[in-house]
């Protein structure tokens, strides 16, 4: 079995924790029984069958105020093979908070594939949204962009079906730290993904 770290960051009330139950536990929360805030760190887990292959998703869910028991970067960010940026896309003020936390992973650098997350997509886009996501991505290329909504199961198949893959190609590339082999003919892929999909792009 192969294990992926996976960290969720972003400010607080951009749905990091609604996305993480929705996927682990299908679990849907209605707008007038809002989540609870996350205190320090929450964490989940989630198995994956591919044919012969497991695969154990570990999930940190963090929290998104310093007051709250916000953890450590450095100890946060050690051993991460997938670190989410997340920000609620309705919100100017939700992506304008990603700035310390880019700053974080800036400095660090860990060795991870970085994914900027625009949650809540089902709701109206706060003005210049694309724009804005245009601009992030021409100033930090490694992030991949997707979006994502708890109503639309489908974004969030795509989404962990793209972390998923990463993390696969991740294994083929580094076969000393992860000796198990994979059979060429095994598809890494716990859902079939739309092309025609744009959960998950690089503008």
């Not at 972003?10 to 299908?26: S, W």
């Not at 953890?71 to 310390?100: G, M, V």
């Amino acid at each position: 079995m192969y294990t992926a770290k996976i960290v969720f960051v972003g400010p607080t009330n951009c749905g990091k924790t609604t996305l993480i139950e929705r996927y682990v536990h299908d679990k849907y929360f209605e707008m007038d029984k809002k989540c609870l805030p996350t205190i320090g760190i929450d964490f989940y887990v989630k198995t994956i069958q591919t044919n012969a292959v497991k695969f154990k998703f570990q999930m940190w869910d963090t929290a998104g105020n310093n007051h709250l028991g916000k953890p450590e970067p450095n100890a946060l960010y050690k051993d991460a093979h997938i670190i989410c940026l997340c920000f609620d896309t309705s919100s100017k003020k939700s992506f304008r908070d990603l700035q310390p936390y880019l700053e974080e992973l800036n400095k660090i650098k860990p060795k991870a594939s970085l994914y900027l997350l625009g949650l809540k997509c089902d709701l109206a886009p706060f003005d210049g949204l694309e724009k804005t996501i245009q601009n992030f991505q021409k100033e930090n290329e490694s992030f991949k962009y997707c979006r994502t909504s708890i109503i639309d199961l489908q974004t969030i198949k795509d989404l962990f079906g793209s972390i998923l893959e990463d993390f696969t190609n991740m294994i083929y590339e580094n076969t000393e730290k992860y000796p198990i082999s994979i059979e060429s003919n095994e598809t890494a892929k716990c859902c079939p993904v739309d092309e025609n999909s744009k959960c998950c792009t690089i503008l």
